[in-house]
């Protein structure tokens, strides 16, 4: 007769084939013993075909120890559940089964802009200065009030000079949806020495005071004067973060990188704080002037925890600046590669270029993030280690 029985740890192991014979109420149980079983007892169980002769003779006390060691093990399993705390200071702890189960209870996040921003999420945009990063800022928040309240925090532009940019020639403004409002700094309660302190405080309390959950704060750099300090701008986009898992609120920061070598690729080293900062956010995106033409810039995609992963190099987007009678915007008009629009380099920029790779090697950069940084081949930085160390 070929009987099921289960293999367990040594604890049980011997007596599970008894689990299976003579008693014909185990018997009939024995598909709920053996789920009891799985969930208590080990880590590695597994399902053997044993071949065996019942016996008519089966001790009771055997079954009976056995069903103890079942019940005593499922005690133990639910005594240690219970003694796990669900919060130990600022941490929460529950399993991840049970974080499944109650992610799936909410929605799944929809974008707010292409596959580039996501609801809840903290994004960045960061371009060089006059390549349009405010206006598709502000081209991003007209789109999204149309269906939700946008508070646009403008710490760049006047109000005259939000105005023209918003104007046509017959001096028409350009209509935004009611629930896009622009926020700037009132100058008569301006706190010049606890600015970075409060204006976080200030962000929270705007948006909550208005129902606005989408943030678009331009820019990084005017609220936290060191945001190329990383350490300085961590504890901003720190205080940010936490704000945003408070009340689900989702964020666009803008950012202005140093100056960029238009002969590379844009990458993640060209955001202002480098690393550390781009670490703090969901997602995020840049805007690159075209080298080929400098009407044209290029969107690309540079992180993304949502959706799909889009527009990479060799699929960024294709945009130019233009009014579209009152309203300044960044149009897209196609697709393309990275590649073709980077300035060539030249022997000047390569012998510059070498001589950069050389100094961080020597002041012990690894060669990965060399290869990195520059958008050089390891192949060609360890030749020019070579020819350096002649």
């Not at 001790?59 to 120890?65: A, G, H, R």
Request: glycine share 6%; with cysteine.
């Amino acid at each position: 007769m070929m009987i099921i029985g289960i293999a367990a740890t040594p604890r049980v192991a011997a007596k599970s084939m008894n689990l299976y014979r003579g008693d014909a109420k185990i018997q009939n149980n024995s598909q709920f013993m053996a789920g009891n079983v799985a969930k208590s007892l080990s880590p590695t169980i597994v399902l053997s075909t044993i071949t065996t002769t019942t016996s008519n003779n089966m001790e009771k006390d055997d079954n009976t120890s056995i069903l103890k060691a079942i019940e005593e093990d499922l005690e133990k399993s639910e005594a240690v559940k219970d003694a796990i705390p669900e919060t130990v200071g600022m941490l929460c702890i529950k399993s991840a089964n049970q974080t499944l189960m109650d992610a799936k209870q909410r929605p799944d996040p929809k974008p707010l802009w292409y596959s580039l921003w996501y609801e809840g999420e903290v994004c960045c945009l960061f371009a060089d200065s006059n390549l349009g990063k405010s206006i598709y800022a502000v081209q991003i928040g007209n789109s999204i009030a149309k269906n939700r309240r946008v508070l646009y925090f403008d710490f760049e532009l006047s109000d005259k000079q939000f105005q023209l940019r918003y104007t046509d020639e017959q001096g028409q403004l350009y209509h935004f949806p009611d629930t896009f409002y622009r926020v700037e700094i009132n100058k008569e309660d301006l706190d010049i020495n606890h600015f970075e302190e409060s204006i976080i405080r200030n962000i929270e309390s705007a948006a909550l005071q208005s129902g606005a959950e989408v943030l678009i704060i331009d820019n990084l750099g005017w609220i936290c004067s060191n945001s190329e300090k990383s350490d300085i701008a961590g504890r901003f986009m720190m205080e940010l973060t936490g704000l945003k898992k408070k009340h689900n609120f989702s964020v666009l920061v803008i950012a202005h990188p140093p100056k960029r070598d238009m002969t590379r690729p844009i990458t993640q080293n060209d955001l202002a704080g480098s690393k550390k900062l781009f670490n703090f956010f969901d997602s995020c995106f840049a805007i690159g002037l075209s080298a080929k033409d400098n009407t044209l810039r290029y969107i690309k995609q540079m992180k993304v925890r949502h959706g799909e992963f889009e527009y990479h190099s060799e699929n960024v987007i294709i945009c130019q600046i233009e009014k579209i009678g009152a309203f300044l915007q960044l149009t897209h008009i196609g697709f393309g590669s990275e590649r073709e629009h980077l300035k060539e380099r030249s022997e000047k920029d390569r012998a510059a270029l070498m001589q950069q790779a050389i100094e961080m090697r020597a002041s012990g950069t690894p060669v990965k993030e060399i290869t990195i940084a520059l958008d050089v081949p390891e192949k060609t930085l360890y030749r020019w280690l070579k020819e350096a160390k002649g």
